[in-house]
């Protein structure tokens, strides 16, 4: 079924835009200031503001075996306006890759909600012949434990940097080191980034908090966006109503409220209170190329990538 969703108050990441959208299925298919000519059906949304549906990382949620248990955590995730959620599998060294992977994905046969499985592993287990099971299986990101301050000195950088070409995965660190003063921390996350922009590694400093929505540009470095977290023309319908009124009193701080409505997979999962889950219809997401819509400029350095052979 088309419909349109007519004058849409529309927060993109911050920015606001009135914009009108042709709805057909799962998919956005036509967006424009206005549709006077088209005769479908039209949704009056004056009373809400729209913004494209969270992504969220959720590790924990592959853990869950109890199925009552992991139907209240997808009904959680929907009343919070989750539409995709970034998990990962824990690896402990490289002969475990496959059965874990393999694990998480099979932990996730009844998610209700789109899914992307990274890998999550203690950083001195990381090695080149993991960054190649990253790539073959097409896992753009990792999640590495960093239990020490030495840790991040411990690998060689330049091996990962050549494994990482042409699949250009993300790593971003947890940080798992006790007692560390601020000033420490401070200078860690600084040699961290240092290290890793020097070997053109896409990172960040530190891991988002779960159960938050993702920037655009995590999602475009994790090579999610435009597909998800956008209500471009070709993108899935995937969007969230919030109520105009109540966005006012609250200074438009939307962590500050739930949505209205949550609309994903052609359906309403969330309608005010009310959350309708369906187990199983939530497929796993398949990045082929990480950083694919980053601007040009960062995809083009003028400093020469050198590559080393071992």
């Not at 059906?41 to 248990?69: A, C, E, K, Y």
């Not at 950088?157 to 494994?163: F, L, M, P, S, V």
């Not at 420490?184 to 290290?195: I, Y």
């Amino acid at each position: 079924m088309k419909y349109i969703l007519e004058n849409a108050l529309t927060n993109h990441y911050g920015e606001n835009t009135k914009k009108s959208y042709l709805i057909e299925g799962t998919k956005v298919v036509y967006t424009a200031n206005h549709f006077s000519k088209y005769k479908h059906m039209r949704l009056n949304t004056n009373q809400f503001v729209l913004t494209p549906g969270f992504i969220m990382i959720d590790f924990s949620v592959v853990s869950i075996s109890h199925f009552d248990r992991f139907k209240e955590r997808m009904k959680h995730l929907h009343s919070i306006g989750c539409t995709t959620i970034i998990t990962a599998c824990d690896v402990s060294s490289e002969s475990q890759f496959h059965h874990q992977l393999k694990k998480a994905k099979h932990a996730l046969i009844n998610s209700s909600i789109d899914y992307l499985v990274g890998v999550k592993i203690p950083l001195t287990k990381l090695t080149p012949t993991i960054i190649r099971k990253c790539s073959k299986h097409k896992v753009p990101i990792i999640f590495t434990e960093i239990n020490d301050p030495d840790d991040i000195h411990s690998i060689c950088w330049q091996w990962i940097r050549n494994e990482i070409f042409p699949y250009q995965l993300m790593i971003v660190p947890l940080w798992n080191i006790p007692d560390l003063t601020t000033w420490k921390s401070r200078r860690l996350k600084s040699e961290w980034e240092e290290l890793l922009t020097t070997n053109k590694i896409t990172t960040q400093v530190e891991v988002p908090n779960e159960h938050t929505p993702l920037t655009k540009q995590f999602l475009l470095n994790v090579g999610l966006y435009p597909t998800k977290g956008s209500l471009q023309v070709g993108t899935d319908a995937d969007y969230l109503f919030f109520s105009k009124q109540e966005l006012s009193e609250k200074n438009n701080d939307f962590s500050e409220l739930l949505p209205k409505v949550v609309f994903t997979h052609g359906t309403v999962k969330k309608a005010a209170a009310n959350v309708y889950l369906q187990p199983g219809c939530g497929k796993e997401l398949i990045v082929t190329v990480p950083r694919k819509f980053n601007p040009i400029s960062n995809a083009f350095g003028t400093e020469p990538i050198y590559i080393d052979y071992y």
